[in-house]
């Protein structure tokens, strides 16, 4: 059977500094190296102070995620060199005495399955480096230490997941989770990366490190598990190591053996006590966490008798659940959820269209009660939302700018009926035959008045002209 557990690392980019000091978190507006000081440069007699809204936010991670919290929490360091690492060893978190990483004993279910989480840890992600030119010969290697410092929690699974599938839907939810808490942008680049390890029976673990998409994750997957597959077949040893992810060539690549946790020689940070997490602090973040994600699902389908589907693709992106609460009341739920769900998401598929549009909730409340009272069709709707998303105008503004209004006017929809009972006489006799084909007369009205066109009442009268 294939085994397969995951390290996701999130970087907490809703908070304002480093994690041990007052630089920013959100390093990606900077210069390079213009973000940094002598505490995440590492510099001889500095000393790290620990940035409590990050334990608070990983502790949020933790509760959504159903683990315990431990009652003190530790820092160790783990030492190795590598150029972005200023300091020579990273500041982490590990349970040696018992547990003391922020949380633990979790889980999330995926589809039928339990996945459970092992640990979460706070840590600090090293700075960046930068390969200058796409040559792979180039001799110019640059690093940026904006990043050296900045808040990540680090989740790690058990060896749950059976396939490659099972992982991306978790991470989806894992990720929905995280923007639903306010703590993190997981859509951001380099904001959420994962090291996948697989086995398959009788072989040993083998790492892949460091992968900056689910979509590359789960083609890494798909690759290792075949290659091993392959191995075994042919008698050849599964050997443990650790490999990377050739993005060009599509496949995995050994890149060096596995170091093991005494090979980083983990000690306490002792710049950095332990620290108690207080009762009332817990109790609350308790009280404060926002709604989950599977609970609004519950709540739009048994209240608002919304379709279950809708409703949850409503209740995981954080984007249209705020449009849809912010516009819905009793009486016009569902319409607000069916617009979101079959013409907004139409145009505001990515998060980039998301943080650009201009759509508000009051523009989707006003479209509908437009629709419903019969002033605009649902087409024009839509032509509205187009026009809205890019200017942001109000909702009167552009349906007269538009010429939205419907026409429901009979003596005028029977006008242009005629013209196209004359334009059209085969699809006319065709009708007359097979009344199932009357959509084609109806649909050549509507292209004629720009979808205008009242739809209920222009079918009354085609059928009616089509009788006599
Ligand atoms: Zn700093």
């Known amino acids: 059977m294939t085994k397969i557990g995951l390290e996701i690392h999130c970087q907490l980019t809703k908070l304002k500094s480093k994690l041990f000091c007052s630089c920013k978190a959100n390093y990606r507006e900077f210069e390079p190296n213009h973000n940094i000081c002598p505490v995440c440069m590492g510099l001889p007699g500095s000393l790290p102070r620990l940035n409590q809204k990050a334990v608070e936010s990983a502790t949020r991670i933790a509760m959504a995620l159903s683990c315990e919290t431990p009652e003190k929490i530790a820092f160790f360091r783990k030492n190795y060199f590598y150029p972005d690492l200023p300091k020579n060893f990273q500041i982490t978190q590990l349970n040696v005495y018992g547990d003391t990483s922020i949380g633990g004993e979790g889980y999330v279910n995926v589809e039928d399955k339990k ?101 590359d994750l789960e083609k890494a997957l798909h690759f290792e598990i075949t290659r091993q597959q392959s191995l075994f077949e042919r008698d050849i040893e599964i050997v443990q190591e650790t490999r990377h992810w050739d993005d060009k060539r599509k496949i995995t690549v050994s890149s060096r053996s596995k170091e093991k946790d005494q090979d980083y020689r983990y000690f306490l940070e002792n710049d950095i006590p332990w620290i108690k997490l207080d009762q009332g602090m817990l109790d609350g973040l308790k009280k404060n966490m926002p709604e989950s994600i599977s609970s609004k699902k519950e709540r739009y389908v048994e209240k608002y008798d919304i379709a279950s589907q809708v409703a949850e693709i409503i209740a995981s992106d954080k984007y249209y659940s705020n449009l849809f609460e912010n516009a819905y009341s009793d009486s016009n739920a569902k319409d607000i959820a069916n617009l979101i769900t079959t013409d907004v998401i139409g145009f505001i598929d990515t998060k980039e269209k998301q943080q650009n549009s201009k759509i508000t909730s009051r523009h989707l409340s006003e479209l509908i009660d437009a629709i419903n009272s019969k002033t605009i069709t649902r087409n024009s709707a839509k032509v509205a939302l187009q026009e809205i998303m890019k200017s942001g105008k109000g909702t009167r503004e552009v349906l007269e700018e538009l010429d939205l209004g419907q026409v429901s006017d009979s003596s005028e929809i029977e006008n242009i009926i005629s013209q196209i009972f004359e334009e059209e006489k085969q699809a006319v006799i065709d009708a007359k035959e097979r009344p199932e084909t009357v959509n084609f007369l109806v649909g050549k009205v509507m292209q004629k008045t720009k979808g205008k066109a009242d739809p209920v009442k222009t079918l009354e009268l085609i059928k009616s002209k089509l009788l006599s």
Request: no cysteine.
């Open 115 to 215: 996945i459970k989480i092992r640990r979460i840890q706070l840590e600090e992600d090293p700075g960046r480096i930068i390969y200058e030119g796409a040559s792979e010969r180039t001799k110019i290697t640059l690093i940026d230490y904006n990043r050296a410092g900045t808040p990540l929690v680090e989740i790690v699974t058990d060896p749950d997941f059976e396939s490659p599938r099972q992982v991306r839907v978790f991470l989806n939810i894992l990720s929905d989770l995280l923007e639903n808490l306010g703590v993190a942008e997981p859509g951001l680049e380099g904001a959420m990366r994962a090291d996948g390890n697989v086995s398959i029976e009788g072989g040993k673990k083998v790492e892949i490190k460091n992968i900056g998409s689910f979509h």
